[in-house]
């Protein structure tokens, strides 16, 4: 495991006050919030974020961390000293409830333990609800899908003590959910406390980018380029869609920035989502002799004013 | 140490097949009764239901709550503020889909 230098994370010499601690966070934090920042690395940023700030916000846990910090160097190999859980973690404070448990190995082998054990002390609690996002492609929502996700979660092994486990999750992603949706898989969160029931789990829907297609909630978008001729004189040509290629008809006439909409080929639901081709006209460049001559005897054709809206004469 | 199932785990989608009730929805979003009652007062959290005790939450509900949690732990946003902050957030939404909508990002 490497050693995560929480002050760095900040951009924050070690002896930063509490309050530049704080100001530094929050100002981090919305920027990576993921539902505020359009960055690509905003979740992952936001949960270190999160982790670094859960110990430094906290006098305690900071001044552990301090103990054992000095020693190392962001991204060295790191291993707890000995006596660690002794020395520190009997004040009955954990992590506050509603932080993420998704914590790194390194905040685990720190602070984790101390946390569950505090969460314990109710003798037959339901456990925690659990939240995690699972990233699908378009077409696991088209047609509905199996996914494999792989959860940490506390396990009490044969001598009664907790520990963290990789666990595997089979998944069954139901045909027609969208990004940001949620699912609750009912009992499949925190072990219950004693006799206490599970808690649940709540899997958070995103869509990896698809190169071709957009989401609009249950409406996909799609951008159709179209040769000038095609736009013009209509066609009909094959376009991909997720579910496969279909036929579709380009009305003569039709101007660039049109929308086609292809009825209930969006997302399906109740009512499916429609799927939407917006047409681009590309121009062929003016390359040969023959191609020149081309545009030549179009000009010559066509009695066109491209700016008719606009005067030549100045003002 | 794997207990992999061999049937997949089946789902609810809670945006659609599911009302919270305010037990639920606290224990999902590791918040107090308090928080999200003073959310639904301020307009930060719509509701079903006239008391707690029968209130339903659906749609977006789990999401808004997760995010006025965090508006108002982290940033210690007033809870107008995190009303104010999550309808606008709402917005910047809608019109980044709708402009995603005619232009490749």
Redesign the interface.
């Known amino acids: 495991m490497k050693f995560k230098d929480y002050y760095e994370t900040f951009g924050l010499p070690r002896t930063a006050s509490q309050d530049e601690i704080k100001r530094a ?2 100002k981090l ?2 920027k990576y ?1 993921p ?2 920042s359009k960055d690509p690395n905003a979740e992952s940023r936001f949960k270190e974020l999160g982790e670094a ?1 859960a110990v430094l916000k906290d006098p305690e846990k900071r001044a552990a961390y301090d103990q054992v910090g000095s020693q190392w160097k962001s991204g060295q190999d790191f291993q707890p000293p000995p006596g660690w859980d002794a020395e520190f973690g009997h004040s009955g404070r954990g992590t ?4 993420d448990l998704d914590q790194s190995d390194f905040f685990e082998a720190l602070f984790g333990r101390q946390a569950r054990e505090t969460r314990q002390s109710n003798e037959h609690a ?1 456990g ?2 659990q ?1 995690a996002k699972v990233m699908i492609d378009l077409i696991d929502a088209y047609r509905g899908a ?1 996914r ?1 996700i792989s959860l940490r979660t506390p ?1 009490r092994d044969a001598q009664g003590h907790v520990v963290m ?8 992603i ?1 045909k027609g ?1 969208r990004a ?7 009992g ?1 969160g925190q072990p219950g406390y004693g006799k206490g029931l599970a ?5 958070e829907i995103g869509f990896n980018p698809h190169p071709q297609f ?1 989401v ?2 249950r ?1 996909v ?1 799609l ?1 159709l380029p179209l040769a000038p001729w095609e736009a013009a004189l209509g066609c009909s040509i094959p376009v991909p869609t997720p579910e496969g290629t279909l036929q579709l008809t380009i009305p003569a006439g039709s101007a660039a ?1 049109r929308q086609l909409r292809m009825k209930g080929k969006g997302i399906p639901g109740d009512p499916s989502g429609d799927l ?1 081709a ?1 047409l681009r006209i590309v121009l062929p460049p003016a390359g040969s002799e023959n191609e020149k001559a081309a545009y030549r005897a179009m000009a010559k054709a066509f009695d066109f004013n491209a700016r008719p809206f606009m005067r030549g004469d100045p003002p | 140490m794997s207990n992999a199932s061999p049937q997949p785990v089946r789902g609810a989608i809670v945006e659609e097949e599911l009302q919270l009730t305010l037990v639920e929805l606290c224990q999902a979003c590791h918040v107090s009764e308090q928080h999200v009652i003073t959310w639904v007062i301020e307009g930060a959290l719509e509701v079903v239901g006239d008391v707690p005790q029968d209130w339903r939450f659906t749609g977006p509900s789990l999401r808004r709550a997760k995010l006025a949690l965090w508006l108002t732990r982290d940033l210690e946003i007033n809870p107008p503020g995190v009303a104010l902050a999550l309808d606008l957030l709402d917005d910047i939404a809608a019109l980044q889909a709708r402009l995603q909508r005619f232009a490749a990002s």
Do not use: K
């Not at chain 1, 486990?165 to 069954?172: F, K, N, P, Q, T």
């Not at chain 1, 940001?180 to 009912?186: I, M, T």
């Not at chain 1, 808690?199 to 899997?203: E, I, K, N, R, Y």
């Open positions: 966070y929050r934090a919305r919030h539902d505020v700030y506050d409830a509603g932080e339901r925690e609800d939240h199996q494999g396990m486990r990789e666990r595997r999750l089979d998944v069954s139901p959910i940001g949706q949620h699912l609750r898989l009912a499949q808690g649940d789990l709540f899997l957009r609009d909630g409406d978008f951008d920035g939407y917006l």
